[in-house]
């Protein structure tokens, strides 16, 4: 049951196992989900989807598989074997509501008598008692009243619809949108190497049970550290100029970042950075932090992550004097060479479209310094700067 949703599914390159099509199925058979297709979408993409970057392409698969199934029939058989939605549909309904289907000739007949109509209607049809349509007090369509019917489409009325048979929409979701303050951190957190320091604030539940044990049953409480991500970060923010579109994105990126990482600093610089920084964009020319200051305080073991456009004139990158606000002794390339050697793992996140990279010169001379370490500013270039760093 259900091979060609799990082929599907994988055809659209979702890394969906045989080991999740048999969850789904052991699911469906402890029936999680009966005769709802919104409830069995919920279900098999929380099986088979396991990295939310692969929701637009489980839903492209999911859509294109429904959209095949033509009949009530198909669709029943599709989700769940027969003799279930049987079982299921008598458990709900009243006794009145039972009589109702019977005076109809049961489930079979009410069904059957559907896809006749559905057969031999050609237009669409309101009111009345006999198409397939809206309003009226025919037991097929919506927004009318019968109740042993079948919905199809529209919100309901009654409620009293046997079966729904209705259309539906899915969002898309796609590793190349822009980010929000919660994508971002669940990007951020692939950068991640735990470790335990400050303060013994935290109850430590193991060893407390040990300790009291071993104590002839007289309470002995442990304590530990909060559990800290260690890893080290230093962040550069371009700002200014063509970075002001994306002023709203980096806001999110800084403010998820603050809450991810425990060592972070962070400093802004503009289009390229040169022999110094600064941390307060109101003081940026009366207070600022000479660049070779920060190589010398931040070890090595520091992760350097850039935030910018990289878009800008040549000279600023190639040239003394090429920066537009003063005159730079040496050329931002050799800072960046500077930085890339003292550290090593460095990435650049480039809010521009990567489609558009190629026709900007600057943005190609950035990416020669930093060995092609730039990845653009989207859910899946954060978790490819993310692991490139965690290498």
């Given at each position: 049951?259900?091979?060609?949703?799990?082929?599907?599914?994988?055809?659209?390159?979702?890394?969906v196992t045989?080991?999740?099509?048999?969850?789904?199925?052991?699911?469906?058979?402890?029936?999680?989900?009966?005769?709802?297709?919104?409830?069995?979408?919920?279900?098999?993409?929380?099986?088979?989807?396991?990295?939310?970057?692969?929701?637009?392409?489980?839903?492209?698969?999911?859509?294109?598989?429904?959209?095949?199934?033509?009949?009530?029939d198909?669709?029943?058989?599709a989700?769940?074997?027969?003799?279930?939605?049987?079982?299921?549909?008598?458990?709900?309904?009243?006794?009145?509501?039972?009589?109702?289907?019977?005076?109809?000739?049961?489930?079979?007949?009410?069904?059957?008598?559907?896809?006749?109509?559905?057969?031999?209607?050609?237009?669409?049809?309101?009111?009345?008692?006999?198409?397939?349509?809206?309003?009226?007090?025919?037991?097929?369509?919506?927004?009318?009243?019968?109740?042993?019917?079948?919905?199809?489409?529209?919100?309901?009325?009654?409620?009293?619809?046997?079966?729904?048979?209705d259309?539906?929409?899915?969002?898309?979701?796609?590793?190349?949108?822009?980010?929000?303050?919660?994508?971002?951190?669940?990007?951020?957190?692939?950068l991640?190497?735990?470790?335990?320091?400050?303060?013994?604030?935290?109850?430590?539940?193991?060893?407390?049970?040990?300790?009291t044990?071993?104590?002839?049953?007289?309470?002995?409480?442990?304590?530990?550290?909060?559990?800290?991500?260690?890893?080290?970060?230093?962040?550069?923010?371009?700002?200014?100029?063509?970075?002001?579109?994306?002023?709203?994105?980096?806001?999110?990126?800084?403010?998820?970042?603050?809450?991810?990482?425990?060592?972070?600093?962070?400093?802004?610089?503009?289009?390229?950075?040169?022999?110094?920084?600064?941390?307060?964009?109101?003081?940026?020319?009366?207070?600022?932090?000479?660049?070779?200051?920060?190589?010398?305080?931040?070890?090595?073991?520091?992760?350097?992550?850039?935030?910018?456009?990289?878009?800008?004139?040549?000279?600023?990158?190639?040239?003394?004097?090429?920066s537009?606000?003063?005159?730079?002794?040496?050329?931002?390339?050799?800072?960046?060479?500077?930085?890339?050697?003292?550290?090593?793992?460095?990435?650049?996140?480039?809010?521009t479209?990567?489609?558009?990279?190629?026709?900007?010169?600057?943005?190609?001379?950035?990416?020669?310094?930093?060995?092609?370490?730039?990845?653009?500013?989207?859910?899946g270039?954060?978790?490819?700067?993310?692991?490139?760093?965690?290498?």
């Amino acid at each position: 049951m259900l091979l060609s949703f799990f082929n599907g599914v994988r055809r659209a390159g979702v890394p969906v196992t045989l080991k999740e099509h048999l969850a789904l199925l052991e699911a469906l058979e402890a029936r999680l989900v009966l005769g709802d297709i919104d409830d069995f979408y919920m279900l098999s993409r929380t099986i088979m989807v396991k990295d939310e970057k692969h929701y637009d392409k489980f839903d492209k698969a999911f859509g294109a598989y429904f959209k095949e199934i033509q009949s009530f029939d198909d669709l029943v058989e599709a989700l769940i074997p027969d003799d279930w939605l049987r079982q299921e549909f008598m458990k709900q309904l009243s006794e009145e509501e039972k009589a109702a289907i019977e005076s109809m000739g049961g489930l079979d007949k009410l069904i059957e008598e559907f896809e006749k109509r559905l057969k031999e209607q050609e237009k669409r049809h309101e009111g009345g008692n006999k198409w397939i349509g809206t309003g009226g007090t025919s037991p097929f369509g919506h927004g009318g009243y019968n109740p042993e019917g079948i919905r199809v489409g529209g919100q309901g009325g009654q409620k009293k619809a046997v079966k729904v048979w209705d259309q539906r929409q899915f969002a898309n979701y796609d590793d190349s949108i822009q980010l929000g303050t919660r994508n971002i951190k669940m990007a951020l957190k692939r950068l991640r190497k735990f470790a335990r320091t400050g303060a013994e604030d935290q109850l430590d539940i193991d060893d407390t049970i040990n300790s009291t044990a071993k104590n002839a049953g007289l309470l002995d409480i442990k304590m530990v550290p909060e559990r800290h991500n260690a890893v080290k970060v230093l962040i550069f923010f371009d700002v200014g100029g063509s970075m002001d579109p994306y002023v709203r994105l980096c806001e999110e990126l800084f403010s998820a970042a603050k809450t991810e990482f425990k060592h972070m600093e962070y400093f802004y610089f503009h289009n390229c950075p040169y022999d110094r920084v600064w941390k307060d964009n109101y003081r940026r020319f009366s207070e600022t932090t000479p660049m070779l200051d920060v190589l010398h305080k931040y070890g090595s073991d520091y992760k350097v992550i850039f935030i910018g456009d990289a878009s800008m004139s040549p000279y600023e990158i190639l040239s003394p004097g090429g920066s537009v606000e003063y005159f730079n002794e040496e050329p931002g390339m050799d800072w960046i060479k500077r930085l890339t050697e003292t550290y090593p793992k460095t990435v650049w996140l480039n809010p521009t479209p990567e489609n558009h990279w190629r026709h900007t010169q600057s943005i190609s001379i950035i990416r020669e310094l930093l060995e092609e370490r730039m990845y653009p500013l989207t859910l899946g270039g954060l978790e490819n700067a993310m692991a490139e760093l965690s290498r």
